[in-house]
Nanobody
Framework: VQLQAFGGGLVQPGGSLRLSCAAS????????MGWFRQAPGKAREFVAA????????LYADSVKGRFTFSKDSTKNTVYLQMNSLKPEDTAVYYC????????????????????WGQGTQVTVSS
């Protein structure tokens, strides 16, 4: 499985970005994809995740109401629409995937994911 994330960049506070992550060779009905981020000097943290099939995405409290996880199964691509960006959202954003259909309580566990993309930098600054 290969993951490729893109869409990061420099944006002013209050602005928006959309990240994309294309995944190859995943089984449509039995896998989970997630977004994590890592700020300088900090541990990698959960942002959002969902299973491919029919679950409501789970969001970290820090991004709830501002970020939206979506997916296009025909393209094996997931998206993270980020609105009302804040300087504290500055980080390298990673997409992650597993061939297993994780239960919701495991969505935020980065050790539950088997595959990781290379990361894309998001910088929120005026």
């Amino acid at each position: 499985v290969q993951l490729q994330a893109f869409g990061g960049g420099l944006v002013q506070p209050g602005g928006s970005l959309r990240l994309s992550c294309a995944a190859s060779r995943l089984t449509y009905n039995a896998n989970t994809m997630g977004w994590f981020r890592q700020a300088p000097g900090k541990a990698r943290e959960f942002v959002a995740a969902s299973r491919w099939s029919g679950t409501i995405p789970l969001y970290a409290d820090s991004v709830k109401g501002r970020f939206t996880f979506s997916k296009d199964s025909t393209k094996n691509t997931v998206y993270l629409q980020m609105n009302s960006l804040k300087p504290e959202d500055t980080a390298v954003y990673y997409c992650a995937a597993t061939g297993r259909g994780l239960i919701r309580s495991s969505f935020s566990n980065l050790n539950a994911y088997d595959y990781w993309g290379q990361g894309t930098q998001v910088t929120v600054s005026s």
